[in-house]
């Protein structure tokens, strides 16, 4: 069963906050432990309610570690002998009182012993698919520089020509003997802008394709979205796409790693201008909005004409190896959707009332510009 997305958040912010909190996990642990004790006692013993006792022994096990799920499997114990006592149960021998305590506190601590294996074979299982996600990711990377490699070889055109230009202006005019120093400055200052504008094309491939630990800054989105879109224009262009965006003004820095950033939005360009293939030429633009969504977030959206996502699919969309494309594999939408819940914030798609999509993301606001 899917989760709607709002619960999703809620449980993902409420599960960050007990895990950044042992002693707050711990007090709601022992208020469970005398709610159930409470219960016990009105039910009058009727019901037999010490299995509810695991709750706060699994959420402190899980949450804090295995030596407070102890403390709590003892606190259990001795709450349950004290309310036992309390409540007048009698036994045929005081001996046997004992015994069920003891009999208690050993299931407890070897249920908190088992979920304390269980969360550590989860962790290694966690490592392992996240050491695998990363190999994804890098594919997913690689395939992308494939696919945009006429396109640099068009943007690396422009600046290396001009340099060519450039020098062969100043070789004509040294060979004639008619020249100024500050024209021949002026010249080479212009080369050497170009020169530094293609080392900056190939410099945003190669930090876009290297393999690097996730490094969280505070970077603004405008920017992000305008050299993603530098990096997509040659691709846009060969499919007769018209890309838009307008910076939008206000828009605080988010905290982000930025190339992680860059392949979502890539990634989104590039299924927005595959959608618009059956698309008339002159309806063929892929628009990109930024705004402020809600209390720190920043929204990213990305809107396409395109033949828009079948109803009975939105719920799959972002489930890895589901895809609605031929030759796709699936992977793209998932390996987004994790690059984003990774930075706190939400993925999600929405159909347009004249036909398409727009996919939306949402990034949180970096430390004091909320």
């Keep these: 069963m899917i989760l709607p997305e709002g619960l999703r958040v809620t449980l993902r912010r409420a599960i960050r906050y007990l895990a950044a909190s042992p002693a707050g996990t711990i007090a709601l642990s022992l208020t469970l432990v005398f709610a159930i004790c409470l219960l016990d006692l009105d039910t009058g013993y009727e019901l037999t309610l010490s299995i509810l006792y695991l709750f706060p022994i699994f959420l402190t096990t899980w949450m804090v570690g295995f030596p407070a799920g102890v403390f709590m499997s003892i606190a259990s114990t001795i709450a349950w002998f004290f309310m036992d006592i309390f409540a007048g149960h009698e036994y045929s021998h005081a001996f046997y009182r004992y015994w069920e305590a003891l009999i208690k506190l050993t299931i407890f601590v070897i249920f908190g012993a088992m979920l304390s294996r269980l969360k550590l074979a989860l962790a290694r299982s966690d490592e392992r698919l996240q050491q695998q996600r990363e190999r994804m990711e890098a594919t997913a990377r690689l395939v992308a520089v494939g696919e945009i490699a006429s396109m640099l070889a068009h943007q690396l055109n422009q600046p290396l020509a001009a340099v060519v230009n450039y020098n062969k202006s100043c070789l004509r005019r040294l060979r004639s003997g008619q020249w100024e120093p500050e024209t021949l400055a002026e010249i080479m200052e212009h080369a050497s802008q170009e020169a530094a504008r293609a080392g900056t094309i190939i410099q945003r491939v190669r930090e876009f394709v290297r393999k690097r630990?996730?490094?969280?800054?505070?970077?603004?989105?405008?920017?992000?979205?305008?050299?993603?879109?530098?990096?997509?224009?040659?691709?846009?262009?060969?499919?007769?796409?018209?890309?838009?965006?307008?910076?939008?003004?206000?828009?605080?820095?988010?905290?982000?790693?930025?190339?992680?950033?860059?392949?979502?939005?890539?990634?989104?360009?590039?299924?927005?201008?595959?959608?618009?293939?059956?698309?008339?030429?002159?309806?063929?633009?892929?628009?990109?909005?930024?705004?402020?969504?809600?209390?720190?977030?920043?929204?990213?959206?990305?809107?396409?004409?395109?033949?828009?996502?079948?109803?009975?699919?939105?719920?799959?969309?972002?489930?890895?190896?589901?895809?609605?494309?031929?030759?796709g594999m699936g992977l793209g939408l998932s390996i987004c959707r994790s690059i984003v819940e990774f930075h706190d914030g939400t993925l999600w798609a929405t159909p347009n009332p004249d036909g398409g999509s727009t996919f939306h993301f949402t990034l949180p606001t970096a430390k004091g510009q909320a």
């Design 213 to 327: 630990q996730p490094s969280r800054s505070a970077i603004e989105v405008n920017s992000i979205v305008e050299d993603t879109l530098a990096l997509m224009r040659g691709e846009a262009a060969k499919h007769n796409v018209r890309l838009a965006f307008e910076p939008a003004a206000g828009i605080p820095r988010v905290d982000a790693d930025r190339i992680m950033v860059e392949q979502v939005i890539m990634n989104l360009l590039r299924n927005g201008i595959e959608a618009m293939d059956e698309t008339p030429g002159g309806d063929r633009e892929l628009r990109v909005f930024i705004a402020l969504s809600e209390a720190r977030f920043v929204s990213v959206s990305v809107r396409d004409r395109g033949h828009g996502v079948p109803a009975d699919s939105v719920d799959s969309l972002f489930q890895p190896f589901f895809t609605t494309k031929r030759e």
